[in-house]
């Protein structure tokens, strides 16, 4: 990318969202994988195509504790039946005879012979006739057949795909996962992260209380909400903490950071001042593949790679250094890529197309993101200030308002909304 020359000021081409997207995740080769237990598996994501090797449930089961019959046994309604076996969830029963009622309990197979279940509390439990050990129950409306019977392979037949490569596990999943008997799953590894905050003004929170701050200072907040974000992801962070505002210093950084990692993350110093220095020296190291975006917030984002002398590239993830700006970055461009180095294939969010109530009469030429929240009416409001550097509205919104580029919004526009609910996971 030519620089601009000394003294003229910056313009740079502003890449689409949709291309700066594409175009990172063309460089997103996916991370070796690795075998580990179901157990440890949540958020991680399946290297492998999970197949059933048997059937669940395996048998026809009572879906209710209650008495297995013959249906055509019980056709009058008041039917008597002699109860001669009990079959709990574990054991399995005898064939039942014409006549007969078996107790059972949910989860129990259906024993040979029975086509429905009725559940104790339309039946009443009877003495034993003089003479006979045998108790007898009262099924006091006839049941259809089938009633109350869960089938055989009605989750899972054998056979059959249960969990596809590429999907990053939930706890519903690895629920499935055992239920089929996967102790263990093949899973990516994690990409390994290091982080870095720029800025000589950030100060870490427990360093300076905050009535001996100094001018000028501010507190470190895209480090706590980045390192949480990147955790969730399934990342293992290397935090490096605060890097000076010096090209020597962010050198140094990145150099010794892009050796052990996949990704290096950085906030602020991405712009077009003296005291940017990121994509100089991403430009010094490797190469800068892309940056700034259209996008509000968030402007400036470098992304490029520096070459591993073992082998293989570090990506750069550089986001502006404005906390809103940093978030909406990191959502829409970060997270995607680092589920796609995970090998992922459900890369973007839900979006819902909902109501809004509220005006937003100022275009812009880029395309935004607006921090907006769920009324009880059902439809969207904004946070009053959507500047960039307002982290507030962020904890207040449900989600963002994605606003393509050049459009105004009337109260009761439909408009496309992305949970961050779905963004945070
Ligand atoms: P920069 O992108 O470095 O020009 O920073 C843009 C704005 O974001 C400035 O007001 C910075 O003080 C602020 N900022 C940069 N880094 C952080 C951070 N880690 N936490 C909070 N604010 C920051
Ligand atoms: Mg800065």
Redesign the pocket.
Request: proline residues 10%; without cysteine.
């Given at each position: 990318m030519a620089e601009p020359a000394a003294g003229a000021p910056a313009r740079p081409a502003l890449r689409s969202l949709d291309d700066a997207l594409a175009q990172l995740l063309s460089h997103a080769a996916a991370l070796p994988t690795e075998r580990i237990g179901t157990f440890d598996a949540d958020g991680r994501v399946l290297a492998e195509d999970l197949v059933a090797a048997l059937t669940v449930p395996p048998a026809d089961n009572s879906a209710m504790d209650g008495y297995a019959v013959r249906a055509a046994d019980c056709a009058a309604a008041g039917a008597v039946l002699r109860v001669t076996q009990r079959i709990a969830a574990g054991s399995v029963g005898a064939p039942l005879q014409p006549g007969e009622a078996a107790r059972i309990f949910t989860g129990a197979p259906i024993p040979p012979g029975a086509d429905a279940v009725v559940m104790q509390e339309d039946t009443q439990l009877l003495e034993a006739p003089a003479g006979s050990d045998v108790p007898q129950v009262r099924v006091q409306l006839p049941p259809s057949a089938g009633q109350w019977i869960r089938r055989a392979g009605e989750d899972v037949s054998a056979g059959r795909t249960v969990l596809s490569r590429g999907l990053r596990l939930t706890p519903q999943a690895l629920g499935l996962a055992a239920s089929i008997g996967a102790d263990r799953l093949q899973v990516s590894r994690r990409p390994r992260v290091a982080l870095l905050?720029?800025?000589d003004?950030?100060v870490m929170p427990g360093d300076v209380p905050p009535e001996a701050m100094k001018p000028g200072a501010?507190?470190?907040?895209?480090?706590f909400f980045l390192r949480a974000l990147l955790q969730r992801l399934g990342c293992e962070v290397q935090d490096l903490g605060?890097v000076p505002?010096r090209l020597d210093a962010t050198l140094e950084v990145l150099r010794a950071a892009a050796a052990r990692n996949d990704l290096i993350l950085s906030?602020?110093?991405?712009?077009v001042?003296e005291?940017?220095h990121i994509k100089p020296a991403v430009q010094a190291l490797g190469e800068l593949q892309l940056w700034s975006v259209a996008l509000k917030p968030g402007k400036?984002f470098a992304f490029g790679a520096i070459a591993r002398e073992a082998g293989g590239v570090c990506h750069v993830c550089g986001l502006?250094?404005?906390?809103v700006?940093?978030f909406v970055t990191f959502v829409m461009l970060v997270r995607p890529f680092l589920l796609a180095l995970q090998g992922c294939t459900a890369l973007q969010p839900p979006r819902l197309a909902m109501r809004a109530d509220f005006d937003w009469p100022r275009a812009d030429r880029r395309r935004e993101f607006l921090r907006a929240r769920l009324n009880a009416a059902g439809g969207l409001e904004l946070f009053a200030n959507q500047s960039?550097?307002v982290?507030t509205s962020t904890v207040w919104a449900d989600g963002l308002v994605d606003l393509p580029a050049g459009q105004t919004v009337r109260r009761g526009d439909t408009v496309s909304f992305v949970p961050l609910s779905a963004l945070l996971a």
């Open positions: 905050s720029t800025g003004e950030l501010i507190y470190n907040s895209n480090r605060i505002d906030t602020g110093g991405v712009s001042g005291e940017d400036p502006p250094g404005n906390p700006s940093s960039s550097g982290l």
